[in-house]
């Protein structure tokens, strides 16, 4: 709109008013092969209306998905697709990190591909004996238990959430998760 002003300054205008059947118009000529024209009120009391530029919508992409996204995507994982919901229930749930429930699905499924047929429990949720009929389901069970701890810190969850497991190589359930969790970038390119 105000290129069209600026042009009209800049060029100057001609107005011309042409009677149709019923409807004035005001014609606009900025340059010899451009014309355009407005619909003009019948009273002077009231403004020309301009015509509506109509914008696309520009998506709008919550970097968080992108990089869940990304590395589901680099790590071939069967969670693709889940990343908008893991970003929801983070926010819904209050969890903090966003890359908690994935590093869970990391350690207990290696990213989902290890499980039982069927079952869809990526995060291991009773012992992964529990089925589920979609990722998101097991991710909002996951979430909505993890809230439900009380506990002061992320940490604490985890081992509430894993009895404070440790592996052969010494290390327990919440440095190995902490540690899936630094494997997702937090920074999006």
């Known amino acids: 709109m105000i290129i069209v002003i600026f042009l009209l300054i800049l060029v100057g205008f001609s107005q011309a008013e042409e009677k149709t059947t019923e409807t004035k ?13 407005f619909p003009k009120e019948t009273s002077d009391e009231q403004p020309i209306p301009l015509p509506e530029v109509g914008l696309p919508e520009i998506p709008t992409i919550d970097l968080r998905e992108q990089a869940l996204g990304d590395y589901f995507r680099s790590q071939m994982c069967p969670l693709i697709g889940s990343e908008k919901k893991i970003v929801e229930l983070t926010d819904k749930y209050q969890l903090g990190d966003f890359r908690i429930l994935a ?13 039982i047929a069927g079952y869809y429990n990526a995060t291991g949720y009773a012992s ?62």
């Open 128 to 189: 992964g004996r529990y089925k589920f009929s979609s990722f998101d389901e097991c991710f909002e069970k996951t979430a909505e238990t993890l809230m439900n701890y009380k506990a002061k810190n992320l940490e604490e969850r985890l081992a509430i959430w894993n009895q404070g497991h440790i592996n052969k190589a010494g290390i327990n359930y919440s440095q190995r998760v902490l540690w899936g969790m630094n494997r997702i970038p937090i920074e999006v390119p």
């Open 103 to 115: 590093s869970i699905a990391i350690e207990e499924s290696s990213c989902g591909k290890n499980l």
């Open 25 to 37: 118009t005001l014609t606009i000529k900025l340059i010899p092969d451009l014309e355009i024209k």
